[in-house]
């Protein structure tokens, strides 16, 4: 099994910057695919950005140039730095692992125009 701990989310002001941690468990963390997911009310959970074990990413249109995602391997940990906030960008952000799937239980991001 792996186990995810979300960490970092808040209330910001829009333009404003946030970085989400999750830290995973050792077992698996380093050959699995990372990602970060939001839902906004209202709204399908969506994928935001993805990361690959050799540290390749993919970004959401929606985010793109203003998020960045990364990995650190050797402390079990995936980092979402989120820059230039939008109102829009507020949802409960969910850290998740490809294979085994699994999520962690959320933080919640709100961001004030």
């Known amino acids: 099994q792996v186990q995810l701990v979300e960490s970092g989310g808040g209330l910001v002001q829009a333009g404003g910057s946030l970085r989400l941690s999750c830290e995973a468990s050792?077992?698996?963390?380093?050959?699995?695919?990372m990602g970060w997911y939001r839902q906004a009310p209202g709204s399908q959970r969506e994928r935001v950005a993805a990361?690959?074990?050799?540290?390749?990413?993919n970004y959401a249109d929606s985010v793109k140039g203003r998020f960045i995602i990364s990995r650190d391997n050797t402390k079990n940990m995936v980092y979402l730095q989120m820059n230039s906030l939008k109102p829009e960008d507020t949802a409960v952000y969910f850290c998740?692992?490809?294979?085994?799937?699994?999520w962690g239980q959320g933080t919640q991001v709100t961001v004030s125009s």
């Open positions: 050792a077992s698996i963390f380093r050959i699995t695919a």
């Open positions: 990361i690959t074990p050799g540290g390749f990413t």
């Open positions: 998740n692992t490809l294979n085994p799937n699994a």
